[in-house]
């Protein structure tokens, strides 16, 4: 059975960046058996009713400005899965979860940045899935939990976002210094994940140290993916850090493993 992820995908210059953290994720698609596909969250597409993708050939967003210009140059022309789109349907209607389809979007560089450090080659198939910031934490968790038997299926289920994620914040004069505030949250959030605490873990916004600073209330869609890749390992209860990094100061780079 494949684990779900939670990925942090950072800064769209990650996709022409080579460091700790691009290495990383190219091992780990090495690593992991070959999926059948692959189901995305993304914190880049939010949408007020969850949205499942069924798209032949997806096109690739570049939802940014101002970065280098070999960015918008990248292509990422995943396929996507009629018959894991009909899976997701008939889980999500036995488990009470209204969703719409979504036949034209391409992929957004929350999605494509994280795919394409994992398989290059755009090679295995995709289903693009929104996420809802005004959902609660919870009930993120249950859409999760409600695609979990899709792991026994050879379905590889990724969240891509970020932990501590302030833009506002960032001090794009890296000078290799982490802020404390970052480190405190990040040292709570890894404490409550391990230990499957996800009833504190659904009030960090209150009980996590310096939530505001790490998951600002105009940012929270960064970091809500992790619940819904929380709960598509609720079966199993278990959560391993595998990577966690940091840039500009407090931009986590982090990978989580459940299951």
Same mark, same amino acid.
């Given at each position: 059975?494949?684990?779900?992820?939670?990925?942090?995908?950072?800064?769209?210059?990650?996709?022409?960046?080579?460091?700790?953290?691009?290495?990383?994720?190219?091992?780990?698609?090495?690593?992991?058996?070959?999926?059948?596909?692959?189901?995305?969250?993304?914190?880049?597409?939010?949408?007020?009713?969850?949205?499942?993708?069924?798209?032949?050939?997806?096109?690739?967003?570049?939802?940014?400005?101002?970065?280098?210009?070999?960015?918008?140059?990248?292509?990422?022309?995943?396929?996507?899965?009629?018959?894991?789109?009909?899976?997701?349907?008939?889980?999500? &209607?036995? &488990?009470?979860?209204?969703?719409?389809?979504?036949?034209?979007?391409?992929?957004?560089?929350?999605?494509?940045?994280?795919?394409?450090?994992?398989?290059? &080659?755009?090679?295995?198939?995709?289903?693009?899935?929104?996420?809802?910031?005004?959902?609660?934490?919870?009930?993120?968790?249950?859409?999760?939990?409600?695609?979990?038997?899709?792991?026994?299926?050879?379905?590889?289920?990724?969240?891509?976002?970020?932990?501590?994620? &302030?833009?506002?914040?960032?001090?794009?004069?890296?000078?290799?210094?982490?802020?404390?505030?970052?480190?405190?949250?990040?040292?709570?959030?890894?404490?409550?994940?391990?230990?499957?605490?996800?009833?504190?873990?659904?009030?960090?916004?209150?009980?996590?140290?310096?939530?505001?600073?790490?998951?600002?209330?105009?940012?929270?869609?960064?970091?809500?993916?992790?619940?819904?890749?929380?709960?598509?390992?609720?079966?199993?209860?278990?959560?391993?850090?595998?990577?966690?990094?940091?840039?500009?100061?407090?931009?986590?780079?982090?990978?989580?493993?459940?299951?």
């Amino acid at each position: 059975m494949l684990p779900s992820f939670f990925i942090a995908h950072g800064a769209p210059l990650l996709a022409v960046e080579e460091n700790e953290y691009t290495d990383f994720l190219n091992q780990i698609g090495k690593d992991l058996p070959r999926p059948k596909a692959i189901v995305l969250f993304s914190a880049h597409w939010e949408s007020q009713h969850q949205k499942v993708s069924e798209v032949k050939e997806y096109s690739t967003i570049y939802d940014f400005g101002g970065f280098d210009p070999a960015l918008y140059t990248i292509k990422y022309p995943a396929k996507g899965n009629q018959q894991i789109s009909e899976e997701i349907k008939n889980l999500f &209607n036995a &488990n009470d979860v209204p969703f719409e389809i979504e036949t034209s979007r391409g992929l957004d560089h929350g999605a494509w940045v994280v795919l394409r450090l994992l398989y290059p &080659n755009a090679d295995i198939p995709v289903i693009a899935m929104s996420v809802n910031p005004k959902l609660t934490p919870r009930e993120q968790y249950k859409i999760g939990k409600s695609l979990s038997a899709l792991r026994a299926n050879d379905v590889l289920i990724i969240a891509s976002g970020g932990t501590s994620h &302030n833009l506002r914040a960032l001090k794009w004069a890296d000078n290799g210094q982490v802020d404390q505030w970052a480190l405190e949250f990040e040292d709570w959030l890894a404490h409550h994940l391990q230990t499957w605490d996800v009833e504190s873990l659904f009030k960090y916004d209150s009980l996590a140290p310096y939530a505001e600073y790490s998951v600002p209330p105009y940012g929270n869609e960064h970091f809500i993916p992790l619940f819904y890749a929380l709960g598509a390992a609720d079966d199993v209860k278990k959560a391993s850090l595998l990577h966690r990094s940091f840039r500009y100061g407090n931009l986590a780079h982090s990978v989580w493993q459940f299951g």
